[in-house]
RNA sequence: GGGCGCGUAGCUCAGUUGGCAGAGCAGCGGACUCUUAAUCCGCCGGUCGUAGGUUCGAGCCCUACCGCGCUCACCA
């Protein structure tokens, strides 16, 4: 026979049919989790086993499958727990014994049987029958070296779940990270939200949207770029401590840092500034840290980090200074920047606002330097729309952005409540909107409404997910810690 | 978007100077009552990413394209 595997699967499939097997069956009879049998058992005697014989039945993948003359073993899988499930050809009548000779890897199978102990001491289930839950018709990689094609294990993650430990790991830790995050926010008071993904006017973050419509509306919509916006429309109504756990879509470069949806953490504490929000971002992260690798003390790409509060705070202005000697408060318009800047012996670029070139020193000179956890404080007031001016210096806001490992987990702010320096920001945003910037904010005049109806003195906070769960899980690229990442559509 | 690298059997990978496309695992047939990467014997399995070109002859050299990775640029 030169059949291929699939082919093989196939027959075998038709095979049950043809006995009046359903391959597909609805009902799984009753059986234990495997996690759950082993516990009572884990450490008891092959000689007790061999007298009480404890009746058992679980359920679960075939994971390997070896078969001797008269006997035959098999390992299956559940929930990520494994256990051993053998067949004695003397035990069993000759139809299970046939039908489990002809199992594949990768078959769902009930196993009912005695726990039992094998010469080599393993636990194991002594099965009496078995029977069909689901039949698998491709082949799973291989056992020895898994799935290591990284376009596969994207593609596929199920086949990367199934095959590499790392993966199963990652995929639980991130969800224990969200977990944790609710816990946190819960045990504080604050109350999770869901607001619109489909906007009308997009907003709250500098961002290129991605574009939908409605059909029957006849309207276009954005998928949201950052919750902001509606959150803070939640706070004026009065509740007063929200957060939302939900994608954002930005159409942007692709990087291991950034993916088209990523999931943002957004929450407001009315009656809070900036500073609260950094003392509840330490205690976030630290608690999270805590719950999941039981320590605030993690290693992240070869480097020691410690996620225990509390964390420098430092301005930008200083944070600039330190890695460039370029102050970029005594040089406060762009021509004087840029003259600091070559002074320094450095390449001003071609920045074309003095807003612009200080983000990028500090992208260029002080970001890839901040691998402790850090707090960058105090940013230029024509990056931050939406963030309150600081009142020691007009030309600044109340802001942080945490860092850790080098990237960017977040931004926060006190938020701006006074309505018409909002409106202010909207009309500078809209003319450098005029001059090219895609990203700029556009008018939002619900949103201005919203304001003037009062918002009280609120904080902010917004965390990346995908990159705080990159840091806990050690992950060099936001792809290994987003179960789906985007890829271009496969080629042919 | 630029640069560099990769793409060979279902999976993991070899493939020499351009000279008949290979191994292990998986699969199929057989042996086997304690294996757990089972073992042993036999067998099947290929659009060498795609399309062109050079050559007597291309997995290998050249060009374009597709996908993935790294990186730079863009970008929170």
């Not at 320590?295 to 996620?307: D, N, P, R």
Request: charged share 30%.
């Amino acid at each position: 026979m030169s059949e291929n595997e699939q082919d093989a699967r196939r027959a075998r499939l038709e095979a049950l049919r043809q006995a009046g097997v359903d391959p597909f069956p609805a009902r799984v009879a009753e059986h234990t989790s495997i996690a759950a049998l082993r516990v009572p058992w884990e450490d008891v005697s092959a000689e007790v086993l061999e007298a009480e014989m404890p009746p058992a039945a679980i359920a679960g993948r075939i994971k390997a499958h070896r078969s001797f003359g008269k006997l035959l073993f098999m390992t299956l899988v559940e929930d990520g727990v494994a256990m051993q499930v053998c067949l004695r050809k003397q035990e069993v009548t000759p139809e299970v014994f046939d039908f489990s000779k002809k199992l594949d890897v990768g078959d769902f199978v009930r196993a009912e049987g005695f726990v039992w102990r094998t010469k080599k001491g393993e636990l194991t289930l002594d099965a009496r029958d078995v029977t069909m839950l689901a039949k698998c018709l491709q082949p799973l990689p291989e056992k020895w070296h898994g799935l290591a094609d990284v376009e596969t294990r994207y593609r596929q993650r199920y086949l990367d779940l199934l095959s590499n430990e790392e993966a199963r790991t990652t995929a639980l830790l991130r969800s224990r990270v969200t977990t944790a995050l609710r816990q946190f926010l819960g045990e504080r008071g604050f109350l999770e939200v869901e607001t619109p993904v489909l906007q009308p006017i997009y907003g709250g973050a500098a961002a290129r949207p991605f574009t939908t419509h409605h059909n029957m509306l006849d309207q276009q919509l954005y998928l949201r770029i950052s919750d902001e916006l509606y959150l803070k429309r939640l706070v004026i109504g009065g509740l007063d401590r929200i957060y939302e756990i939900g994608h954002n879509f930005r159409n942007e470069g692709i990087s291991k840092k950034h993916n088209p949806e990523f999931t943002m953490l957004e929450c407001y504490q009315a009656f809070a500034d900036y500073r609260d929000m950094m003392d509840l971002t330490e205690a976030m992260v630290g608690f999270i840290a805590e719950s999941v690798l039981g320590t605030t003390s993690v290693e992240f790409q070869g480097t020691k980090l410690e996620l225990g509060r509390p964390w420098p705070r430092i301005t930008i202005r200083d944070a600039i200074l330190e890695k460039t000697g370029v102050d970029m408060l005594a040089a406060a318009d762009l021509p004087s920047l840029q003259q600091a800047v070559r002074d320094a012996g450095k390449d001003p670029g071609e920045a074309p606002t003095w807003g612009v070139l200080v983000d990028d020193l500090f992208s260029d000179y002080v970001e890839p330097t901040l691998i402790q956890p850090t707090f960058i404080t105090d940013h230029p007031v024509e990056l931050s729309p939406l963030a309150k001016r600081s009142s020691e210096d007009p030309r600044l806001v109340e802001r942080f952005e945490p860092f850790i490992g080098g990237m960017e987990i977040g931004n926060a702010f006190s938020e701006l409540n006074d309505p018409d320096d909002q409106r202010q920001r909207f009309e500078t945003m809209g003319k450098a909107r005029e001059q090219g910037d895609e990203e700029a904010h556009p008018m939002d005049e619900a949103f201005l409404l919203a304001l003037e109806h009062g918002m009280p003195p609120t904080g902010g906070l917004g965390i990346g997910v995908d990159r705080l769960v990159m840091v806990l899980a050690d992950a060099s690229n936001l792809r290994e810690v987003i179960l789906f990442p985007h890829l271009r559509p496969e080629g042919d």
